[in-house]
């Protein structure tokens, strides 16, 4: 069994930055992946559905995630998903061609691997076809909402534990019973999971959580390295930052990605409102000042945090 290179903590959903014409902007990538590195983050999860991958082609997925590989190598790992076909040659070629890329696993999306109708048996089954596609690629799995949401039980978590393939699992399911469930079902095992939800994020911890991989790394990703990294040795500063994120994060409602987008430019990057899942013309006045509202009150809480205990 090769053993987990997955650190524990922070991976962020990466956005994809566009140009005016609609094509991937690597000038505004780079300084976005320099961005989460900058704010202490333990690795990188490119190609995700925050990346737009649906409305990506094959190569511009396979050349998205070789340049985050690239533009990080060294300092924080990456990892990538991209899995977005129905039929077994679909996904064998993107999980080949983005392992090709270097990054330390590929992602599977869950819902990718059986309809909504068919049982865990037929996920399972066809998982084990498509493991043995792509013998020795370390992988990851993604519980993507898009286009339906498929959790996967305990029992079929431990499936996949047990076969030393799977390293990570980006947990969508929003409910600590379950989590907690899912947690004794890998336990000892390689596979790590991170909690996507961000208001059941301390509470996952405490359970056992590996951290946190979700949409909200995109606006507050320094709160959640500190949270992840230091909420035994600090109680006081980790409620209140839950309090604060768990709050935060209906900001995910609003007009994502593009209102990510817009904090990243006022946090000064290079980047635009441009998107291919959304219409950034729709983001409108309101939406912007909940935004700026929700930016001001971050300093409130960085401030009160000073007050309590050391910054990280």
Same mark, same amino acid.
């Given at each position: 069994?090769?053993?987990?290179?997955?650190?524990?903590?922070?991976?962020?959903?990466?956005?994809?930055? *566009?140009?005016?014409?609609?094509?991937?902007?690597?000038?505004?990538?780079?300084?976005?992946?320099?961005?989460?590195?900058?704010?202490?983050?333990?690795?990188?999860?490119?190609?995700?559905?925050?990346?737009?991958? *649906?409305?990506?082609?094959?190569?511009?997925?396979?050349?998205?995630?070789? &340049?985050?590989?690239?533009?990080? #190598?060294?300092?924080? !790992?990456?990892?990538?998903?991209?899995?977005?076909?129905?039929?077994?040659?679909?996904?064998?070629?993107?999980?080949?061609?983005?392992?090709?890329?270097?990054?330390?696993?590929?992602?599977?999306?869950?819902?990718?691997?059986?309809?909504?109708?068919?049982?865990?048996?037929?996920?399972?089954?066809?998982?084990?076809?498509?493991?043995?596609?792509?013998?020795?690629?370390?992988?990851?799995?993604?519980?993507? !909402?898009?286009?339906?949401?498929?959790?996967?039980?305990?029992?079929?978590?431990?499936?996949?534990?047990?076969?030393?393939? &799977?390293?990570?699992?980006?947990?969508?399911?929003?409910?600590?019973?379950?989590?907690?469930?899912?947690?004794?079902?890998?336990?000892?095992?390689?596979?790590?999971?991170?909690?996507?939800?961000?208001?059941?994020?301390?509470?996952?911890?405490?359970?056992?959580? #590996?951290? &946190?991989?979700?949409?909200?790394?995109? &606006?507050? !990703?320094?709160?959640?390295?500190?949270?992840?990294?230091?909420?035994?040795?600090?109680?006081?500063?980790?409620?209140?930052?839950?309090?604060?994120?768990?709050?935060?994060?209906?900001?995910?409602?609003?007009?994502?990605?593009?209102?990510?987008?817009?904090?990243?430019?006022?946090?000064?990057?290079?980047?635009?409102?441009?998107?291919?899942?959304?219409?950034?013309?729709? *983001?409108?006045?309101?939406?912007?000042?909940?935004?700026?509202?929700?930016?001001?009150?971050?300093?409130?809480?960085?401030?009160?945090?000073?007050?309590?205990?050391?910054?990280?």
């Amino acid at each position: 069994m090769i053993a987990n290179s997955i650190p524990s903590g922070v991976w962020p959903t990466m956005i994809t930055s *566009f140009t005016d014409s609609l094509e991937v902007d690597y000038h505004a990538l780079e300084q976005l992946v320099e961005w989460y590195i900058g704010q202490g983050v333990q690795g990188l999860f490119a190609v995700c559905q925050s990346s737009e991958m *649906f409305y990506l082609s094959l190569e511009e997925r396979v050349k998205l995630a070789r &340049f985050v590989q690239n533009q990080a #190598a060294g300092r924080v !790992p990456v990892i990538a998903s991209g899995h977005i076909s129905d039929g077994p040659e679909g996904q064998a070629e993107e999980i080949g061609r983005i392992a090709d890329t270097g990054v330390a696993a590929v992602v599977l999306v869950s819902n990718r691997l059986a309809k909504q109708s068919e049982s865990d048996d037929v996920w399972m089954e066809r998982t084990q076809r498509l493991l043995e596609r792509v013998p020795g690629v370390p992988l990851g799995i993604y519980e993507c !909402p898009y286009p339906y949401k498929r959790l996967l039980s305990p029992q079929t978590l431990r499936w996949c534990a047990e076969t030393g393939r &799977f390293w990570f699992l980006k947990d969508t399911c929003c409910s600590l019973p379950q989590l907690a469930a899912k947690l004794e079902a890998v336990k000892g095992s390689p596979l790590q999971i991170f909690n996507a939800n961000s208001a059941t994020l301390l509470a996952s911890l405490k359970l056992g959580a #590996a951290g &946190f991989s979700g949409v909200m790394a995109n &606006f507050h !990703p320094d709160l959640y390295v500190r949270l992840t990294a230091r909420w035994q040795e600090e109680p006081e500063a980790a409620e209140a930052i839950q309090a604060f994120i768990g709050a935060a994060s209906l900001i995910e409602l609003q007009q994502y990605p593009v209102n990510a987008k817009y904090h990243l430019g006022r946090k000064g990057l290079d980047i635009g409102l441009h998107c291919r899942s959304k219409d950034a013309a729709v *983001f409108g006045g309101n939406h912007r000042l909940e935004v700026e509202q929700l930016d001001e009150l971050y300093v409130l809480v960085k401030r009160y945090l000073q007050t309590v205990s050391q910054p990280c």
